[in-house]
């Protein structure tokens, strides 16, 4: 059992910055890769950027070179960098962990971000 808390979200104008962490807790070592999604009201759950165990991180081509995904092992909290914000970055921003021992992966109950005009 993985059990995942996403924190970090609010309200911030275009061009701001904010910094969600995601902390793990239960059989974290038995995750092999984390990652980030987002949900705008009436959209899909969209990939944001994923870190696998390893450090190796992709990222969704609307989010290259503004975000910036991280993972510490030491405190098992993966965390997401979020710059030069733009409207359309609004949503609600879900925490995700894949196991070694489950076929479908864990989430968190979200963190809402609002960036304003």
């Known amino acids: 059992q993985v059990r995942l808390v996403e924190s970090g979200g609010g309200l911030v104008q275009a061009g701001g910055s904010l910094k969600l962490s995601c902390a793990a807790s239960?059989?974290?070592?038995?995750?092999?890769?984390m990652a980030w999604y987002r949900q705008a009201p009436g959209n899909n759950r969209d990939l944001v950027a994923t870190?696998?165990?390893?450090?190796?991180?992709t990222y969704a081509d609307s989010v290259k070179g503004r975000f910036t995904i991280s993972r510490d092992g030491t405190e098992n909290t993966m965390y997401l960098q979020m710059n030069n914000l733009k409207p359309e970055d609004t949503a609600v921003y879900y925490c995700?962990?894949?196991?070694?021992?489950?076929?479908?992966?864990?989430w968190g109950r979200g963190t809402q971000v609002t960036v304003s005009s």
């Open positions: 239960g059989s974290t070592n038995s995750i092999v890769a």
């Open positions: 995700n962990a894949v196991t070694t021992f489950r076929a479908y992966p864990y």
């Open positions: 870190i696998t165990s390893g450090s190796t991180a």
